[in-house]
């Protein structure tokens, strides 16, 4: 078994407003529904939406194949 890994990119995921095209912002509590709802409110125009996720959040895209690690990319503990 080894350790293979893969260069990565990180990405901030915006929701967008659809009466706008503003962003929405996250502002705070939630609806304990199954899913939980997330409030968020869009900084242009304010329109008040509840949505699955937290936005903005981050999400890691692996923009190289599986490969083995050199120098300081190895595992410090192997
Ligand atoms: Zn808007």
Redesign the pocket.
Known sequence: MAELVAESKILQVNMQ??????L?KYIGGALMSDPPLYPHK??????VERFRYIYPYQRLVTIENPREPVGAERNPDE
């Open positions: 407003c659809d009466k706008c095209g503003g929405m869009c900084q242009n125009c304010g329109v």
